[in-house]
């Protein structure tokens, strides 16, 4: 009865070992293998909205946080100076033509007199007329630039998005290429995880992809988009006469380099609210069927 009991605690506590160890296994490859990371990032691209003419703002037409459409008027520059400046081209432009009209009446009738005047006097009218045709093409373009401008008068969403940090008031005075607000590009909304180097083995373009914000309940399912060719070196700068500055000093204990991956989100639940910036933890489900080639030249990681 004794060693029925002896033999019964060894194999519980074989049992238990073999439990931890499976265990220990499991959790080892989860936290050091798998594709999984904490470390993500909503991102998007955000435009810098600036004018293209300079003046005084006379209407703003959205306020902060505003939801737009490519094409909506965001604000307006006065108009006055841009209608002043396309009737000047117009009225230049009829001089122009009229100068040229001249030109050429003369240069025909110089012409038809055959012998009566001399070479140069043809040539002159020629001349003439060329200058003419020139002056009419500048005045031409002169006036197309002054449309130009009073059309870009009215400054214009370029893509979807969202207004943020939105301060212009009117009556400010705007300069050509100042930035006046930030507009948050929704159609390039995608996750970006940064995996240690080490897990990159497990992970293919076209992996399906679940991603969790912090603060929300609900997955979003994605995909691996691409993964980034390169990162900056810290340990190596540029040194005198084009030859490479190494660091000198070593660490013994290396930490793994985090690698940026694109992910593409392709279903988004209902009530989820994408702001970038926001934190997500990222998980890869790798997909063996899919066989996606990686950036021209990047390579394959080999696995071990």
Known sequence: MKNLQTAGRVVVTLALVVCALFVGRELWNHYMNDPWTRDARVRADVVAVAPDVSGLVSEVLVKDNDIVRKGDILFKVDERRFEIALTQAEAAVEGAKATLEQASRDRKRREQLGGVISEQQKEAAQSAEATAQASYLQATA????????RERSQIKAPVNGTITNLSLRPGNYVTTGSSQMALVDTDSIRVEGYFEETKLARIRVGDS?????????????GHVDSIAAGIEDRERTAGSGLLANINPTFSWVRLAQRIPVRIALDQIPQKTQLVAGMTA??????????SVARLPGAGDIEQN
């Open 209 to 221: 992809v679940k991603v969790k914000l912090m603060g929300q309940s609900e997955a979003i399912t």
């Open 142 to 149: 002169s006036l197309e630039l002054a449309r130009l401008n």
């Open 281 to 290: 933890t990222v998980t890869v489900a790798p997909d063996a069927a899919v």
